[in-house]
Structures are given as C-alpha cells and as structure tokens.
C-alpha cells in the first residue's frame, strides 16, 4: 500500500486555491486526479476507489462496512479528512436535501411536467370535475405521476 500512498498523495493538491473553507477546519484538499461527477478515484490495484474514502482510510482506518464518507464541505473533489465524516445512506440523503444540493423540480432531467403544469394540475383537480386520468391523458404523464403530484410525492418544493 506504500506505493498506492504515495501516488495518492502525487494527486492531492493542499495548497491551490481555496475551494471552500470549513469553519475552523481549514481548506480543502482538492484532487487532482481522475475525477467522474465532481468526485475524485483512483485505481488500486483492479479496483477504482472514491478518493475521499481512501483519504478516509488513509486517516482514520477501514470504512465501516455499510457506511458512506460525507463532506462538510460539499466540495466533492475535498479528501482534506478534516471535511469528512462517517454517515449512512439516509444521513447522507438528509444531508443533500438540507443543503439542497439535488436537482429538483424543471432542475431535473428526467422531469416530464413545468412547474406551471404542476401548479395547472393541482388547481384542476382541487376545482373538481376532473378525474386524475383526464388530467394524465390532458398533460401526456402516467397516472402514476399525477397521483404523485397531488399528494405531493413529487415538486412537494411547489
């Protein structure tokens, strides 16, 4: 592991710019490797790690079996072990949502209505005379959908 240590180390960058800055923690320390949607890897061995968990490890020890590396900072390219903490699934969904790091609403690209269609829909149906189905047939979604809507399942931000 000494030579995966020390080519881990070839792609941490301490001293660029300050990405984000952490309260009392310090700057971020960016990779400068791989990266693949804003996260850094690097292979070890035939495994391609998270940069962040290795960073974590390299730090604090194995990853709990189970568990997720979570950023303080919300740098994803960060593997300063100071910006990291230990998290499961949902504290790392709760996370993103608190800091409203998802896409959301027309902000979603697999999002088949507008915010104004949302808003159509929900005052269609609250006026009466209009089933769901009418509504899906009358927009082109699932009546799956248009249930999700009204019990705002899904756009519950509108």
Not at 6 to 12: D, I, L
Not at 55 to 71: E, M, Q, T
């Amino acid at each position: 592991m000494n030579n995966e240590k020390m080519r881990f180390w070839s792609k941490v960058d301490k001293d660029g710019p300050t990405v984000s800055h952490v309260a009392g923690l310090g700057p971020c320390w960016v990779w400068q490797g791989h990266l693949s949607r804003g996260y850094g890897h690097m292979r070890v061995g035939d495994r391609k790690l998270s940069a962040h968990r290795i960073s974590w490890a390299v730090h604090n020890g194995p990853v709990p079996l189970g568990l997720c590396i979570l950023h303080r900072c919300d740098t994803p390219a960060c593997v300063n072990p100071t910006h990291l903490f230990l998290g499961t699934k949902a504290d790392n969904n709760r996370d993103r949502n608190a800091k409203q790091r998802h896409a959301s609403g027309e902000q979603n690209g697999s999002a088949k209505l507008s915010e104004a269609e949302v808003l159509s829909i929900r005052a269609r149906y609250a006026m009466g005379g209009v089933s769901q189905r009418e509504l899906a047939a009358r927009f082109g979604v699932d009546l799956s959908n248009i249930s999700r809507v009204l019990s705002r399942k899904h756009w519950s931000h509108v």
